[in-house]
């Protein structure tokens, strides 16, 4: 098993330091190979996604990734800039399934910023399409607007497009993962208005004919977002665009209050994937030791469970995060009085202890 | 004073009477024009945006609108649809500036999903660009993929662009929405991945040398989304596109948890303007007179405000609805055990007696 680990930039290297430790601790062997990535890649090499970084990517069979961008890099030309290096991963390699679960923890209920009887016991899995939509789709750019009432100005324009078969296989993954759990899948679109989304919502809806077990809902987009806010628990796996999946998901994850704790899967074809936490590379607080570093420790159980196929490994692993949370360990962005305060070192070292 | 009326679906038509009712009490005249639109209109007419209607709204100083849409006309072909009766409006009419607030009413403060202390006194802004964006871009519609990983593929496209003028003319209005409140906007974009939306923050950034009053700050759209869960408070003014704006509004409004108490106002160049609820046209309670009229109430007022010239009134109005509400007066869908929860009709009486 080939594993590439990516730090990448802000708090990335310290909270992947964890996690290396937490799989160093599992008693396998592990053949691992350390690249930079984001802006500590361009700082090194000139290039946010070096040729190389990509080559140990494309050859491992799953890549553990920190966070990518800092301040310093945010006057680079675009396509220089930290952010881009996860973009070209997700196309380079196929990326195309995104998992994104929004999960309260019941020792953390406190944290979110809704009332505890709306959020408590939350489990939404989002499964975000992650190649296309108008994050890629050409043309895109500058030009002088060719038709419409600003003919001649100047203007900025980009491509929302969605082909059958990107639909039709991230609806097949989104039915699979909806039959492994409750059975009930909503699928967001905006086919009152857009053109790609009433064919997503066609091609949703005749791939709901191989899993009629499932339940299939539709709702619009802007409706998604209110019921987000209003019952969060009436969802259970949803399916959405590249677009749309990227508002809803961290939506989604901050209803819980502790994105601190989310990680995320990012899957092509064949179960190879990309696994990072849900919230950024903060680099307010780099190298302070104060990082929480469970979504990083968790982006790996994810790892082991969908693309190394080691259900057990991945289990101890949730199993010991539980624990700490029990024990009332807490980094500071989840900490609350009667809680313990520790350091991002202190909670890799007890998730290792409590395996 | 020629005003429009086109009360829609739903539960418009019965929200509408009351909003009438209050018109009428107080003391003015106003010559107005009452017309089909929406289902309604499709079902009398053929068209959900018949000519005639059109003609009324084009030709009043203002329009005072309902709801639209119902589950019958769900199988309609798209462009016979009630929700294209408020697209056609709107690019007909110019109305680009859409101002949706979502305020959190002290007595109603239990109402919201959020904690009392994330949410009570939110007053936000959201100016969102109504005509423009991926809602009117052309090209659009279905075809075969012409490049690409899956060319020859059946896909649906369509085409996101600002140009200049667009960005410019919505960025004056957003920076003097600010200048008469707290001073501080916030423009969202997706600037790391849309060129729309690169451009967008650049000519944001340089409308911004007219307004060194205001305080700007630039924020990508998944991160507001996040915040507005979070700490919506922090907000003020909030200005973006016509799609980021359809989801960041709703959620938004939701936050409130009274959305049945928002309402709105679209405008053009000379703050001619069409004013409706931020909900929708309800029409599964349709007919029972239950419905909460004051979102149709207060945008009367926001009429009489922003297009009428006519303040006093406005605050007239505004003090019936602040009154009703302390007498204690609810209707269902904020209906609260210890109030008294009232009818459609005798919120609306509630309101005159109190003008
Ligand atoms: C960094 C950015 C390009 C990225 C995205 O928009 O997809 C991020 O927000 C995410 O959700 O992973
Ligand atoms: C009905 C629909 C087309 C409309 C929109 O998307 O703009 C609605 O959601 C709104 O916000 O007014």
């Known amino acids: 098993m080939k594993i590439a680990i990516l730090p990448g930039d802000g708090i990335g290297p310290e909270i992947m330091n964890q996690a290396v430790k937490v799989m160093n601790a599992l008693g396998e062997k592990f053949e691992t190979e350390t690249v930079p990535v984001g802006g500590a890649a361009y700082a090194e090499q000139g290039h946010p996604l070096p040729e190389s970084t990509l080559k140990v990517a494309k050859e491992a069979d799953a890549i553990l990734f920190g966070a990518v961008g800092d301040f310093k890099y945010d006057t680079l030309e675009r396509s220089l800039r930290p952010e881009q290096a996860i973009l070209g991963l997700r196309k380079h390699l196929g990326l195309f399934a995104n998992f994104r679960p929004a999960i309260l923890y019941p020792e953390l209920a406190g944290a979110s910023s809704l009332k505890p009887e709306i959020v408590s016991g939350l489990d939404i899995m989002i499964v975000r399409e992650l190649t296309g939509d108008i994050y890629f789709g050409q043309p895109r750019g500058m030009r002088e607007a060719p038709d419409g009432p600003f003919k001649g100005s100047?203007?900025?324009?980009?491509?929302?497009?969605?082909?059958?078969?990107?639909?039709?296989?991230?609806?097949?993954?989104?039915?699979?993962?909806?039959?492994?759990?409750?059975?009930?899948?909503?699928?967001?679109?905006?086919?009152?208005?857009?053109?790609?989304?009433?064919?997503?919502?066609?091609?949703?809806?005749?791939?709901?004919?191989?899993?009629?077990?499932?339940?299939?809902?539709?709702?619009?987009?802007?409706?998604?977002?209110?019921?987000?806010?209003?019952?969060?628990?009436?969802?259970?796996?949803?399916?959405?665009?590249?677009?749309?999946?990227?508002?809803?998901?961290?939506?989604?994850?901050?209803?819980?209050?502790?994105?601190?704790?989310?990680?995320?899967?990012?899957?092509?074809?064949?179960?190879?994937?990309?696994?990072?936490?849900?919230?950024?590379?903060?680099?307010?607080?780099?190298?302070?030791?104060?990082?929480?570093?469970?979504?990083?420790?968790?982006?790996?159980?994810?790892?082991?469970?969908?693309?190394?196929?080691?259900?057990?490994?991945?289990?101890?692993?949730?199993?010991?995060?539980?624990?700490?949370?029990?024990?009332?360990?807490?980094?500071?962005?989840?900490?609350?009085?009667?809680?313990?305060?520790?350091?991002?070192?202190?909670?890799?070292?007890?998730?290792?202890?409590?395996?």
Chains 1, 2 share one sequence.
């Open 154 to 355: 100047r203007e900025g324009f980009d491509t929302m497009r969605y082909s059958e078969p990107e639909i039709r296989r991230i609806a097949h993954v989104a039915f699979q993962a909806a039959q492994k759990r409750s059975k009930r899948l909503t699928s967001v679109d905006k086919a009152n208005v857009l053109e790609t989304f009433q064919f997503w919502r066609d091609v949703v809806t005749d791939v709901h004919k191989e899993y009629k077990d499932v339940k299939l809902d539709h709702m619009y987009v802007d409706n998604a977002a209110m019921q987000l806010v209003r019952a969060p628990k009436e969802f259970d796996v949803v399916v959405t665009g590249n677009m749309f999946g990227d508002i809803l998901s961290d939506a989604a994850a901050m209803l819980t209050g502790s994105i601190g704790m989310l990680p995320s899967a990012s899957l092509d074809a064949n179960n190879k994937g990309l696994y990072e936490p849900s919230h950024g590379s903060a680099p307010d607080i780099a190298g302070k030791d104060i990082a929480n570093p469970l979504a990083q420790i968790l982006s790996l159980a994810m790892m082991l469970r969908y693309s190394l196929g080691k259900t057990e490994q991945a289990d101890r692993i949730e199993a010991a995060v539980k624990s700490v949370l029990k024990q009332g360990l807490r980094t500071v962005d989840i900490f609350e009085v009667g809680t313990t305060k520790v350091s991002t070192t202190q909670m890799g070292d007890a998730v290792v202890k409590a395996l």
